[in-house]
T-cell receptor, first 113, second 113 residues
Framework: GDSVTQMEGPVTLSEEAFLTINCTYTATGYPSLFWYVQYPGEGLQLLLKATKADDKGSNKGFEATYRKETTSFHLEKGSVQVSDSAVYFCALREIQGAQKLVFGQGTRLTINP | GAGVSQSPSNKVTEKGKDVELRCDPISGHTALYWYRQRLGQGLEFLIYFQGNSAPDKSGLPSDRFSAERTGESVSTLTIQRTQQEDSAVYLC???????????FGPGTRLTVT
């Protein structure tokens, strides 16, 4: 079945550092791809998405590009802030049936001031 | 408008007891999903409801797990004879239908002692 492999954490960075969290996927066809974020004590929120190859999703300074050739959807941000500390999940939505979300295992990000 | 709500927010139960978890989807959302998030892991799909169609139960881990939904309203997830490995956060999500964005509730944290 479809699967998502995500960079293992935890990741600790200093404020204003550059962030990359790697995500690769295995899927039938060309699924939509997502990054979700879970801030401490809060529910899961959609951060950004891309629905087809070469699409770039962006939100709150974060970006990710749908790379069909490398089956990747890496999350990047040029200058992280303390408020970006959270758990980040990469996910795909299956193209058949229930179109359920398939998630990576999550990456805990901590930003130090 | 109101988002997805879940109750209880926390549940501690003894091994062998039955538990019932509740999800109130966003009004008008025909699709409803249950996921499970074990500690330090990504979300696993459990079950999907779409309107009055037969549910997709392919993610339920054992016959101790069952779920119901009447039409487009509330859903309940029941776990019978709970085991320690059932300890997890159970998340519910709803969407307009399966092709649209899924909105997540805050989850129910289940602890089996």
């Amino acid at each position: 079945g479809d699967s998502v492999t995500q960079m293992e954490g935890p990741v600790t960075l200093s404020e204003e550092a550059f962030l990359t969290i790697n995500c690769t996927y295995t899927a039938t066809g060309y699924p939509s791809l997502f990054w979700y974020v879970q801030y401490p004590g809060e529910g899961l929120q959609l951060l950004l998405k891309a629905t087809k190859a070469d699409d770039k999703g962006s939100n709150k300074g974060f970006e990710a590009t749908y790379r069909k050739e490398t089956t990747s959807f890496h999350l990047e941000k040029g200058s992280v802030q303390v408020s970006d500390s959270a758990v980040y999940f990469c996910a795909l939505r299956e193209i058949q049936g229930a179109q359920k979300l398939v998630f990576g295992q999550g990456t805990r990000l901590t930003i130090n001031p | 408008g109101a988002g997805v709500s879940q109750s209880p927010s926390n549940k501690v139960t003894e091994k062998g007891k039955d538990v019932e978890l509740r999800c109130d989807p966003i009004s008008g959302h025909t699709a409803l999903y249950w996921y499970r998030q074990r500690l330090g892991q990504g979300l696993e799909f459990l079950i999907y409801f779409q309107g009055n169609s037969a549910p997709d139960k392919s993610g339920l881990p054992s016959d101790r797990f069952s779920a119901e939904r009447t039409g487009e309203s509330v859903s309940t997830l029941t776990i019978q004879r709970t085991q320690q490995e059932d300890s997890a956060v159970y998340l519910c999500a709803s969407s307009l239908d399966r092709y649209y964005e899924q909105y997540f509730g805050p989850g129910t944290r289940l602890t089996v002692t």
